[in-house]
């Protein structure tokens, strides 16, 4: 599966975006789909995730309340709703994908830079 994330941008804090990510290449809903994030000298960070059906979502205690994963299977597309952006929000966001019967992520997309000014 290939993944193309987009939707990053600059925002105030306090501000919203939204990042969506889609795949081709496979058929999308063998997949569960998840946002990372990494800041240079940070680990990577699993923001959210999602099911293949969308019926089960989880978030890092970091962004709780806050982001909203979503995916639309007829679309091939996986979004994350980003609101009450943070300054400590600013990281390259990934989207990534993992078959149902792994735990690992094997498949990436290119990342998409999100910039929380104070």
């Known amino acids: 599966v290939q993944l193309q994330a987009s939707g990053g941008g600059l925002v105030q804090a306090g501000g919203s975006l939204r990042l969506s990510c889609a795949a081709s290449g496979s058929t999308f809903r063998r997949y569960n789909m998840g946002w990372f994030r990494q800041t240079p000298g940070k680990e990577r960070e699993l923001v959210a995730a999602?099911?293949?059906?969308?019926?089960?979502?989880s978030y890092a205690d970091s962004v709780k309340g806050r982001f909203t994963i979503s995916r639309d299977n007829a679309r091939n597309t996986v979004s994350l709703q980003m609101n009450s952006l943070k300054p400590e929000d600013t990281s390259v966001y990934y989207c990534a994908a993992r078959e149902m019967d792994r735990y690992d992520y094997r498949y990436w997309g290119q990342g998409t830079q999100v910039t929380v000014s104070s």
């Open positions: 999602i099911s293949w059906n969308g019926g089960t979502t």
